[in-house]
């Protein structure tokens, strides 16, 4: 089986993480430990399909998303943070999985 992983989990991560949990094995990863949502499924030994990435930008987010890369080894990342352009394409150069940007509007 695979889950996803939603890192950031404010005001664009958690919204998400609950639509995604309808349908899907989801677990939610915050450097805040408290916000991460308690699950009675153990999804733990299933492989990640999509890492969401729903953290603010910074001027370490490119070592923070590598970071969260080899901490989770998913199969594709989704960004979904807001971010300056040439950043999904620095990411790509450094990672061997599909980097996806996906806007958030709202």
Do not use: W
Not at 19 to 36: A, N, R, T
Not at 38 to 61: A, D, G
Not at 63 to 70: K, P, S, T
Request: proline share 7%; aromatic share 10%; hydrophobic share 40%.
């Amino acid at each position: 089986m695979k889950k996803d992983i939603v890192c950031g989990l404010g005001e664009i991560g958690l919204p998400f993480y609950k639509i995604i949990s309808k349908v899907f094995p989801v677990e939610g990863f915050d450097i805040d430990s408290s916000l991460i949502p308690k699950s009675k499924n153990n999804f733990e030994n299933y492989t990640v399909r999509f890492l969401h990435i729903c953290i603010p930008f910074n001027k370490n987010f490119i070592r923070n998303v590598v970071n969260l890369n080899q901490k989770f080894l998913p199969e594709s990342i989704v960004i979904h943070s807001t971010i300056k352009p040439g950043t999904t394409n620095s990411l790509q150069k450094k990672l061997k999985i599909p980097i996806i940007f996906s806007a958030t509007r709202g």
